[in-house]
């Protein structure tokens, strides 16, 4: 068993309490709560998306990070 989500939800006045959890720096959260969900953006792994100034992509499929900021196009 994972321990609940421990996102405080102002308007209801408790912690979210959801299962299953995934620890994050603020504690753990179910996937409703993550940082990322709560900023509308997908979590980090499941899109296209590579670290500011990293090359994690292979040159053959660049995602548009590494394209914008390197100017490598994929092929």
Known sequence: MSTPCKRWDAAAG???GGTPTRFYICGPRCKS?????LAGKPEPGQGAHCAPNRLYCPPT???????AQHGQEAG
Not at 33 to 37: L, N, R
Not at 61 to 67: L, Y
Request: aromatic fraction near 0%; charged fraction near 15%; charge should be positive.
């Open 61 to 67: 499929s660049r995602c548009a990070t590494c394209t």
């Open 33 to 37: 709560c993550t940082p990322a969900a």
């Open 14 to 16: 408790k912690h979210c």
